[in-house]
């Protein structure tokens, strides 16, 4: 069968270990497999074996579509929100026959658009959602060295390198059936945490020093940069990657938000802790979604104007109109 395998607009760590293993597993199968993306993914996870199958939307457009109407099965991994597809999201719509198949872990799917769906909210990452599935159907066996090292990236990142909530016994039984397979995790580590640009590190000390707003007695905070400020240090996509999680570490502040402005809209990263609900913010300020923990979305408006409606939002969530969540 023609497969074609779909990850996320900016595709990260996790959505690249779960699309791999998944290409791999069904390729031992006889499958043909594409993966695509919509856009570039950042360059610290440019060294992930298998990374170059990985087909990207907005460099190879025409060779896309065509893989796109010729795909008998479709699987979404990683997101569940078709306009998370952004420009490959026409391809998609455009192939009625094939059976579309959900691998997630992000809440709230919608229903009756996939034909199956495995969508569990509760685990930490897709690439162990894909454990997990691989080992159920075909084994653990069928997991190779290659394909432990990507999914331990989809592991590793979208836990916080394993600090965040989720984290199960099955999750650390999953790791060690990786680490049996011979991965390298302080390599792993250096890889993908420790091989920045400088003008990464220096753009990071300016998003924190000048940059970031601290609101709301201290409970909220916000990190926002344009496109000239970006150019300035050189950005690469990718280099902001984890700013967002920075002001989390302040005692009291519960909530915090990057907004980052590329040449078409902004994007809002949100992240909180505890009982504050991002994914509904998200989705009630911002049109977009994600955990409860770790959320995301955009704007289309100006920067001054969209650091204006967050402020306003921000105000509005932690006086609990609208929401019990803002405690
Ligand atoms: P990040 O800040 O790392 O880009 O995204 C954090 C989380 O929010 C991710 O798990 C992602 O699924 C979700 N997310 C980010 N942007 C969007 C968006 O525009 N729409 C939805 N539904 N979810 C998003
Ligand atoms: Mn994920």
């Keep these: 069968m023609n497969v074609l395998i779909l990850s996320h607009y900016n595709p990260d760590g996790d959505a690249l270990g779960a699309s791999i293993a998944w290409a791999k597993m069904l390729e031992a199968g006889g499958h043909k497999t594409t993966c695509v993306v919509p856009n570039k993914f950042p360059y610290f996870l440019d060294w992930m074996p298998g990374v170059e199958?990985?087909?990207?939307?907005?460099?190879?457009?025409?060779?896309?579509?065509?893989?796109?109407?010729?795909?008998?099965?479709?699987?979404?991994?990683?997101?569940?929100?078709?306009?998370?597809?952004?420009?490959?999201s026409e391809a998609v719509a455009a192939n009625t026959k094939a059976k579309k198949i959900l691998i997630d872990h992000h809440l709230d799917p919608p229903e009756g658009y996939f034909d199956v769906s495995f969508s569990y909210p509760e685990a930490s990452s897709t690439s162990f959602v894909v454990f997990r599935l691989i080992s159920e159907m075909v084994g653990a066996e069928a997991i190779d060295r290659d394909m432990a090292t990507v999914l331990y990236v989809g592991m590793m990142t979208d836990t916080g390198n394993f600090s965040y909530s989720n984290l199960t016994p099955e999750l650390f039984r999953a790791v060690a059936v990786l680490v049996e397979r011979g991965i390298d995790i302080p390599d792993i580590n250096r890889q993908v945490y420790n091989s920045y640009s400088e003008g990464r590190v220096r753009l990071l000390s300016y998003a924190l020093g000048p940059k970031m707003e601290i609101m709301e007695k201290g409970q909220a905070a916000l990190i926002s940069l344009k496109e000239s400020e970006l150019r300035r240090f050189h950005f690469r996509q990718g280099d902001s990657e984890g700013f967002v999680n920075y002001p989390l570490s302040i005692a009291g502040v519960k909530m915090s938000a990057m907004l980052l402005q590329n040449h078409k809209f902004i994007r809002i990263s949100l992240r909180s802790r505890g009982e504050v609900d991002v994914n509904e913010f998200a989705r009630k300020y911002f049109d977009g979604g994600g955990h409860r923990n770790a959320a995301g979305g955009k704007s289309t408006d100006s920067m001054e104007v969209t650091i204006e409606r967050y402020k306003r939002a921000v105000k509005e969530f932690f006086s609990g109109s609208g929401t019990s969540q803002g405690k």
Excluded: Q
């Excluded at 990985?54 to 460099?59: A, L, M, Q, V, W």
């Excluded at 025409?62 to 952004?86: G, P, Y």
């Design 53 to 88: 199958r990985i087909r990207i939307f907005t460099e190879h457009g025409d060779e896309i579509r065509a893989a796109t109407a010729e795909a008998d099965v479709i699987f979404f991994l990683d997101f569940n929100n078709i306009s998370r597809l952004e420009g490959l």
